[in-house]
């Protein structure tokens, strides 16, 4: 009877196991927020810089760069210094109501920035990059996730602390050469966010991915009427 006993107690134990690790393989498999891939990417190595090119209303201004400042499995910090000093008085003063309306709104993990009394714009910020994807925690910290080889249609959410849930989509994936990335064409995923009622600044962002540069193109619109475009061309990896 014992002998019973003690079989019907090991094939529970191993019944329940085995349980348990399918019932994590079958969440990682499906958790959209899971991003494996190559950590080790020429795009993220530390010290390589990405040249950032700014459009307000269809209006040129004065670019930057985003730099890697450090690479840790995947985890990349990056860091840009921006002069304003060629940028609008009304632009600067935008920036220092803006960005503070964002923050508190969205509760971003690893972002900081300031303005110095030169009018120098500085910006640190954390991106989990991969060969399948990147990943933001820009919302309450929470991760983001976008990977370039989904399909059109696919939706990428976020359950805030509030509850609310927040979703951007892919909208386009043409799978040929016809983005313009400084002289060349590149395949790209469109990525449409459109913000909640009570954002305090924007109405809507899209953004476009490619599986080698990353984060190519970002759109935002805001509340007041402008529309700022950001070009981001990483010249060294063509």
Same mark, same amino acid.
């Given at each position: 009877? =014992?002998?019973?006993?003690?079989?019907?107690?090991?094939?529970?134990?191993? !019944?329940?196991? !085995? %349980? &348990?690790?399918?019932?994590? #393989?079958?969440?990682?498999?499906?958790?959209?927020?899971?991003?494996?891939?190559? /950590?080790?990417?020429?795009?993220? =190595? #530390?010290?390589?810089?990405?040249n950032i090119y700014f459009l307000v209303n269809g209006v040129n !201004?004065?670019? /930057?760069? $985003?730099?890697?400042?450090?690479?840790?499995?995947?985890?990349?910090?990056?860091?840009?210094?921006? *002069? /304003?000093?060629?940028?609008?008085? *009304?632009?600067?003063?935008?920036?220092?109501?803006?960005?503070?309306?964002?923050? *508190?709104?969205?509760?971003?993990?690893?972002?900081?920035?300031?303005?110095?009394?030169?009018?120098?714009?500085?910006?640190? %910020?954390? !991106?989990? &990059?991969?060969?399948?994807?990147? =990943?933001?925690? $820009?919302?309450?910290?929470?991760?983001?996730?976008?990977?370039?080889?989904?399909?059109?249609?696919?939706?990428?959410?976020?359950?805030?602390?509030?509850? =609310?849930?927040?979703?951007?989509?892919?909208?386009?994936?043409?799978?040929?050469?016809?983005?313009?990335?400084? $002289?060349?064409?590149?395949?790209?995923?469109?990525?449409?966010?459109?913000?909640?009622?009570?954002?305090?600044?924007?109405?809507?962002?899209? $953004?476009?991915?490619?599986? +080698? %540069?990353?984060?190519?193109?970002?759109?935002?619109?805001?509340?007041?009427? +402008?529309?700022?475009?950001?070009?981001?061309?990483?010249?060294?990896?063509?």
């Amino acid at each position: 009877m =014992q002998s019973m006993l003690k079989k019907a107690m090991l094939i529970s134990l191993i !019944l329940s196991a !085995l %349980f &348990i690790v399918n019932s994590c #393989k079958k969440k990682t498999e499906t958790d959209p927020n899971v991003l494996t891939g190559e /950590t080790n990417l020429p795009l993220t =190595q #530390k010290d390589s810089v990405t040249n950032i090119y700014f459009l307000v209303n269809g209006v040129n !201004l004065p670019g /930057t760069t $985003f730099k890697v400042l450090s690479n840790d499995n995947g985890m990349v910090t990056y860091g840009a210094t921006v *002069s /304003t000093a060629a940028y609008p008085d *009304s632009l600067i003063a935008d920036l220092i109501t803006i960005v503070p309306q964002l923050i *508190s709104y969205y509760k971003p993990k690893d972002v900081t920035w300031s303005i110095g009394t030169n009018g120098t714009l500085n910006v640190q %910020f954390k !991106l989990k &990059i991969t060969s399948e994807g990147m =990943q933001n925690y $820009f919302i309450d910290g929470k991760p983001w996730t976008v990977k370039y080889a989904d399909p059109v249609g696919t939706d990428y959410s976020v359950t805030r602390d509030n509850g =609310q849930t927040l979703t951007a989509t892919v909208t386009e994936k043409t799978g040929v050469d016809d983005w313009p990335y400084s $002289f060349w064409q590149i395949k790209t995923s469109k990525v449409e966010y459109v913000a909640p009622t009570d954002d305090p600044v924007l109405t809507k962002v899209t $953004f476009r991915v490619n599986h +080698k %540069f990353g984060l190519v193109y970002v759109k935002a619109e805001g509340k007041n009427g +402008k529309v700022i475009e950001i070009n981001l061309i990483s010249f060294f990896l063509l």
